[in-house]
């Protein structure tokens, strides 16, 4: 069979991907550039970066929805970007997924995957039941509504709470890992999980440990939420598979979004770290 573009093409062609820290502070982008730069694929050029939000506001978590709701625009005015910028992937980094069906309704041909969804496809692959372990008590409720909203509830086993906030896992790691292990020990002798998530992108590191010990999928949010965006940007270029703009999925017409003045101005990108192709 002879390729066709835009399908069929080779596994090999350029991808530009675009990775969010969803926070106005630089220090997770660099650990999650070197993250992700152990496991993408040759050919995909991977742009990390986090948010320009003026002074005084300073986020180094979206725990509480006060805090989340201050980045649901820059979000989106970022999905727009990617769309503009010719990315083929815009990964959302935060478990919450915030503003995920606003990105995509603005983000052209470019893929918005986030990392709860990202997480419960591939656990969904993998196990009949999983639970979720998760810094604070007060993430449970929003979580559950994100779990239930993408169809896997009768899925869920437990969600289990270590009393960590998103800025302290990775302050003294020999105590967050402990804290999982005794979170994933009771998920799988008290909830009868058979798979765990890892339920915040900030709890990297740990779930590679852990699955060696308790020899069930651990699955890492970064890694869930980079691996989908990378793929479904790969079945894009290779197969065309872009999104749809129909019925539910139109954005806005041109026309309309110009005279909103919605999207004018240069996109909020405060610090960025490239991964280059190989």
Not at 32 to 44: E, F, G
Not at 256 to 265: I, M, N, P, T
Request: aromatic share 10%.
């Amino acid at each position: 069979m002879t390729p066709s573009s835009p399908s069929e093409l080779p596994a090999t062609a350029p991808l530009k991907l675009l990775w969010l820290n969803p926070v106005n502070l630089p220090v997770y982008d660099q650990p999650i550039a070197d993250l992700i730069a152990r496991v993408k694929l040759p050919n995909a050029e991977v742009h990390v970066v986090s948010l320009d939000i003026p002074e005084p506001v300073q986020l180094t978590n979206l725990e509480w929805r006060g805090f989340e709701s201050r980045i649901w625009f820059p979000v989106t005015r970022i999905a727009h970007f990617a769309a503009r910028e010719g990315f083929d992937g815009y990964a959302i980094g935060c478990f919450y997924d915030t503003a995920i069906d606003e990105a995509r309704e603005v983000s052209g041909d470019a893929i918005v995957c986030a990392p709860c969804q990202s997480a419960l496809q591939i656990a969904s692959n993998l196990c009949n039941r999983f639970s979720i372990i998760i810094g604070m008590e007060k993430w449970k409720v929003q979580m559950e509504d994100r779990v239930r909203h993408y169809g896997y509830a009768d899925k869920l086993a437990s969600f289990r709470a270590i009393g960590c906030h998103v800025d302290e896992f990775q302050q003294d790691t020999a105590a967050t890992e402990a804290a999982i292990r005794r979170a994933v020990k009771d998920a799988i002798e008290i909830d009868k999980a058979e798979a765990v998530i890892l339920g915040c992108t900030i709890e990297f590191g740990f779930y590679a440990q852990l699955q060696r010990e308790f020899g069930i999928p651990i699955i890492d949010a970064v890694y869930a939420c980079y691996k989908a965006t990378e793929m479904a940007a790969l079945n894009k270029v290779q197969f065309g598979w872009k999104p749809s703009h129909l019925h539910s999925m139109a954005p806005p017409d041109p026309g309309r979004l110009a005279a909103s003045g919605v999207f004018a101005g240069p996109a909020p990108i405060g610090n960025t770290v490239i991964v280059p192709r190989a």
